[in-house]
C-alpha cells in the first residue's frame, strides 16, 4: 500500500510539475509577443516621426538655425551622458549632420525654438563649437506646425521614447509619474503635504502608493492580473467596463487607463522603474551624466543616512566612493549588491559598538549600586553621594519626560 501511495504522489507531483511548466511557459509566450508588439510599435513611431520630417522639409525646406538659438524642451528624456553625445561628435565629424531638428517655435520669442526633436545632435553641436568647431554654429532645421504647451511636448516626447532604448528606467519612471500627476484626479489635502514640499511633490508620493498598493491586488488575485494583461489592446469603453467590473475604485481606474496608453505593465514598471523615483538626487546625476546603470543605482539606493547611521553630506560622501567603485571596477548588479551588503554591514558594526559599551557601563552601573553598603559610608559621605545621585535623577527625569 506504501509503494502504491508514493506512486500516486509521484504521479501527483509530476502533473503539478508539468502544469507549473506550462504556466511558465505560456508567461514567458506572453511576454514576448509584449516584447515584439512593443518593438513594432517603436517602429512604426520612428518611422512616423522621420515621414514626418520630410513632410516638413518638402512644404517648407530646411533651415539653418543658430544652436544659441535653440533651447531644450521639457521632454521625458533628461540622460544625455558623456558617453553618447561623444558618440554624436564623431558622427558629425566622420558623416555630418543625418537628420534635420524638429523646432518648435517659441511664441513669445521671435526666431527663437525649441527642440520637438534632435536634443543629442544639438548638444554635440554645442560641444564642438566650444572646442572651436566653428561650422557646427548652426544646424539644419525643420520647423514643427505642432505648437502646444510643456504638457502636449511632454505627451508627444514620451509616446515616441518610451520604450526606445534611449529612455532608461529613471527617465521612464519620472516621465509617467509626471503624466499621471498631470492627468488624473488626485484629491491632495493639506495634511499630505509635508513641509516643503510642493503640491506636485505630495502627488507623486500619493501616486507611488497607490500604484504599489494596486499592483499587490493584482499579484494577489491571478485571475485579475490575468485580465489586466489581456486588455491593452481593447477600446477606451472595453477597458473601462472592465475595470469597473473588477470592482477597482475611480481613481485606480484612471490611473491603469493613462498605464495602458502608454503601453506600460503595471507590476513590470512597479518591480523595474518606480524605485528610481525615490532615488537621491546624487544617484540621478550619476545615472544622468555619468552612466552609472540604473539596475547599479537602485542597489545603491539603500546607502540611505538612516541605514547607514550618518548624516545625509556622510551618506554622499560614502555612495559617491561607492560609485566610483561600481564605475572603475564595471561591477554587475549582483557585485554591486554585495558590495552595498559589505558597506552597512560594516558601518552596521560601528553602529553596535557604542550600544555594547553602554549597555556594560549601564550593568556595572546597577551592580554597584546594588552592592552599596551604605550603612558603613560616614555622614558627609552619604550626603555627598546623595546630591549626585539627585542630580542624575534629574537628569534621568528630563530625559524620561523628552
Given at each position: 500500500?506504501?509503494?502504491?501511495?508514493?506512486?500516486?504522489?509521484?504521479?501527483?507531483?509530476?502533473?503539478?510539475?508539468?502544469?507549473?511548466?506550462?504556466?511558465?511557459?505560456?508567461?514567458?509566450?506572453?511576454?514576448?509577443?509584449?516584447?515584439?508588439?512593443?518593438?513594432?510599435?517603436?517602429?512604426?513611431?520612428?518611422?512616423?516621426?522621420?515621414?514626418?520630417?520630410?513632410?516638413?522639409?518638402?512644404?517648407?525646406?530646411?533651415?539653418?538655425?543658430?544652436?544659441?538659438?535653440?533651447?531644450?524642451?521639457?521632454?521625458?528624456?533628461?540622460?544625455?551622458?558623456?558617453?553618447?553625445?561623444?558618440?554624436?561628435?564623431?558622427?558629425?565629424?566622420?558623416?555630418?549632420?543625418?537628420?534635420?531638428?524638429?523646432?518648435?517655435?517659441?511664441?513669445?520669442?521671435?526666431?527663437?525654438?525649441?527642440?520637438?526633436?534632435?536634443?543629442?545632435?544639438?548638444?554635440?553641436?554645442?560641444?564642438?563649437?566650444?572646442?572651436?568647431?566653428?561650422?557646427?554654429?548652426?544646424?539644419?532645421?525643420?520647423?514643427?506646425?505642432?505648437?502646444?504647451?510643456?504638457?502636449?511636448?511632454?505627451?508627444?516626447?514620451?509616446?515616441?521614447?518610451?520604450?526606445?532604448?534611449?529612455?532608461?528606467?529613471?527617465?521612464?519612471?519620472?516621465?509617467?509619474?509626471?503624466?499621471?500627476?498631470?492627468?488624473?484626479?488626485?484629491?491632495?489635502?493639506?495634511?499630505?503635504?509635508?513641509?516643503?514640499?510642493?503640491?506636485?511633490?505630495?502627488?507623486?508620493?500619493?501616486?507611488?502608493?497607490?500604484?504599489?498598493?494596486?499592483?499587490?491586488?493584482?499579484?494577489?488575485?491571478?485571475?485579475?492580473?490575468?485580465?489586466?494583461?489581456?486588455?491593452?489592446?481593447?477600446?477606451?469603453?472595453?477597458?473601462?467596463?472592465?475595470?469597473?467590473?473588477?470592482?477597482?475604485?475611480?481613481?485606480?481606474?484612471?490611473?491603469?487607463?493613462?498605464?495602458?496608453?502608454?503601453?506600460?505593465?503595471?507590476?513590470?514598471?512597479?518591480?523595474?522603474?518606480l524605485a528610481m523615483i525615490s532615488l537621491p538626487d546624487d544617484l540621478k546625476q550619476a545615472v544622468r551624466q555619468r552612466d552609472l546603470p540604473c539596475h547599479q543605482a537602485k542597489a545603491l539606493g539603500k546607502l540611505t543616512a538612516k541605514k547607514l547611521n550618518k548624516d545625509e553630506s556622510e551618506a554622499i560622501e560614502i555612495r559617491t566612493k561607492a560609485v566610483e567603485r561600481v564605475l572603475s571596477d564595471a561591477l554587475s548588479v549582483r557585485d554591486t549588491r554585495k558590495l552595498v551588503a559589505e558597506i552597512l554591514s560594516q558601518h552596521e558594526g560601528e553602529k553596535s559598538?557604542?550600544?555594547?559599551?553602554?549597555?556594560?557601563?549601564?550593568?556595572?552601573?546597577?551592580?554597584?549600586?546594588?552592592?552599596?553598603?551604605?550603612?558603613?559610608?560616614?555622614?558627609?559621605?552619604?550626603?555627598?553621594?546623595?546630591?549626585?545621585?539627585?542630580?542624575?535623577?534629574?537628569?534621568?527625569?528630563?530625559?524620561?519626560?523628552?
Amino acid at each position: 500500500m506504501a509503494k502504491r501511495h508514493s506512486v500516486a504522489n509521484l504521479i501527483e507531483e509530476d502533473f503539478d510539475s508539468a502544469l507549473a511548466a506550462k504556466k511558465r511557459h505560456d508567461t514567458i509566450q506572453n511576454l514576448r509577443q509584449q516584447l515584439d508588439l512593443t518593438q513594432k510599435e517603436v517602429e512604426k513611431r520612428e518611422q512616423l516621426l522621420n515621414e514626418f520630417r520630410s513632410q516638413l522639409e518638402q512644404r517648407n525646406g530646411k533651415i539653418l538655425v543658430p544652436i544659441s538659438h535653440i533651447v531644450p524642451s521639457d521632454q521625458c528624456r533628461k540622460t544625455f551622458t558623456e558617453a553618447v553625445i561623444l558618440k554624436r561628435v564623431e558622427s558629425l565629424r566622420r558623416e555630418g549632420q543625418l537628420d534635420s531638428l524638429i523646432l518648435i517655435p517659441l511664441i513669445d520669442q521671435p526666431n527663437r525654438y525649441q527642440l520637438e526633436d534632435g536634443e543629442v545632435t544639438w548638444r554635440a553641436a554645442k560641444y564642438l563649437v566650444e572646442a572651436g568647431e566653428g561650422k557646427w554654429q548652426s544646424l539644419e532645421a525643420v520647423i514643427s506646425p505642432l505648437v502646444g504647451d510643456s504638457r502636449d511636448i511632454h505627451r508627444r516626447s514620451l509616446l515616441h521614447h518610451l520604450h526606445s532604448e534611449s529612455l532608461n528606467s529613471l527617465d521612464r519612471a519620472e516621465s509617467i509619474i509626471r503624466e499621471l500627476n498631470w492627468s488624473v484626479d488626485l484629491e491632495i489635502d493639506e495634511a499630505e503635504i509635508e513641509a516643503g514640499q510642493s503640491r506636485f511633490e505630495a502627488g507623486v508620493v500619493k501616486l507611488k502608493k497607490i500604484l504599489r498598493n494596486l499592483d499587490y491586488q493584482f499579484r494577489k488575485n491571478e485571475a485579475a492580473h490575468y485580465i489586466l494583461q489581456q486588455i491593452d489592446r481593447a477600446t477606451r469603453e472595453e477597458q473601462q467596463l472592465t475595470l469597473e467590473q473588477l470592482e477597482l475604485n475611480p481613481l485606480q481606474i484612471e490611473i491603469i487607463l493613462v498605464l495602458l496608453d502608454f503601453q506600460i505593465e503595471l507590476h513590470s514598471f512597479v518591480a523595474n522603474d518606480l524605485a528610481m523615483i525615490s532615488l537621491p538626487d546624487d544617484l540621478k546625476q550619476a545615472v544622468r551624466q555619468r552612466d552609472l546603470p540604473c539596475h547599479q543605482a537602485k542597489a545603491l539606493g539603500k546607502l540611505t543616512a538612516k541605514k547607514l547611521n550618518k548624516d545625509e553630506s556622510e551618506a554622499i560622501e560614502i555612495r559617491t566612493k561607492a560609485v566610483e567603485r561600481v564605475l572603475s571596477d564595471a561591477l554587475s548588479v549582483r557585485d554591486t549588491r554585495k558590495l552595498v551588503a559589505e558597506i552597512l554591514s560594516q558601518h552596521e558594526g560601528e553602529k553596535s559598538k557604542p550600544k555594547e559599551k553602554t549597555s556594560e557601563q549601564y550593568q556595572q552601573v546597577k551592580q554597584s549600586l546594588s552592592k552599596l553598603a551604605v550603612k558603613q559610608l560616614k555622614s558627609t559621605q552619604l550626603k555627598s553621594l546623595k546630591k549626585e545621585m539627585e542630580k542624575k535623577l534629574e537628569e534621568i527625569d528630563s530625559l524620561l519626560e523628552n
